[in-house]
């Protein structure tokens, strides 16, 4: 089995101001230790995204964006591309987050198309996918996440997942305090893994699988120490750095 090293990744949403992102950033670099086994991401709101990578330093930390157009460039007012998110050091990209596909409309083809943007200008896609509470109600969890997926699948093709990261985010977890238990979790983590390995199973094994939907310090353990839980995407609690720190730390390498 491929050693994944756990990945865990702030999604700050649209919170924050520049005075409160500053002491927040020093907050968190002062406080990861080099201990720490994974990987650590911030995604910020993109106006602060200078402001992030100026504070990085040599922190290790890594930047992200939380959205970006599926054009290249042009007359898209108010969008952000892919390369401008380069041109501010972005390596990851969240693309099809519940809260854009609900609030926004995006759709699983529009998804696919800027998961395809992303990679090719060389930003590795956080794929969110997951279910409502209704489609968990009703059985359909794993109809709606093979949807989801299959819709990358078949644009991108299988391969184009040795360069991506997918998070399993319940609907009704996010921002909710609710989480998934860790069994719940890795049913889901397990099924998205098989789901790969039909097509490619070097694939499948390679890629990590993040769990989001109210993590915090008190669970985060528990549910990364899941076999098919390779870290977390971090709403609230990662506007917090003592709070943020703490699950950073509990995502230990296999
Ligand atoms: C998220 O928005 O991706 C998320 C997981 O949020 P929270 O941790 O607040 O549930």
Redesign the pocket.
């Given at each position: 089995m491929t050693q994944r090293r756990p990945l865990v990744a702030a999604?700050w949403?649209m919170n924050g101001s520049l005075a409160s992102i500053r002491p927040l950033l020093k907050g968190i670099c002062s406080g990861l230790q080099a201990k720490c086994d994974a990987e650590v991401v911030i995604c910020p709101p993109y106006v602060y995204l200078a402001e992030l990578t100026d504070k990085l330093g040599n922190s290790g930390i890594i930047s992200g964006a939380q959205n970006l157009s599926h054009l290249e460039s042009g007359a898209f007012t108010g969008e952000i591309s892919a390369d401008m998110l380069k041109d501010f050091s972005c390596k990851y990209v969240?693309v099809g987050?519940?809260?854009r596909r609900a609030l926004y409309g995006e759709t699983d083809g529009l998804v696919a198309a800027k998961f395809m943007r992303g990679q090719d200008a060389a930003l590795v896609p956080i794929l969110?996918v997951g279910e409502q509470l209704a489609e968990r109600e009703s059985g359909d969890t794993e109809v709606v996440i093979e949807r989801q997926l299959n819709a990358v699948i078949e644009l991108a093709g299988i391969k184009a997942f040795n360069d991506a990261v997918i998070?399993y985010?319940p609907v009704w977890?996010?921002?909710?305090g609710e989480t998934a238990t860790p069994d719940q979790a890795q049913e889901v983590h397990a099924f998205v893994r098989l789901l790969l390995a039909r097509h490619d199973d070097a694939v499948a094994d390679k890629i990590r699988i993040l769990y989001?939907?109210?993590?915090?310090a008190a669970n985060a353990v528990e549910i990364f120490n899941m076999v098919d839980v390779d870290g977390?995407?971090?709403?609230?609690?990662?506007l917090d750095a003592d709070e943020f720190l703490s699950i950073c730390h509990a995502a230990r390498g296999s």
């Open positions: 999604n949403k969240i987050h519940s809260e969110c998070a985010e977890a996010i921002g909710t989001g939907g109210s993590v915090k977390g995407l971090i709403g609230g609690a990662a």
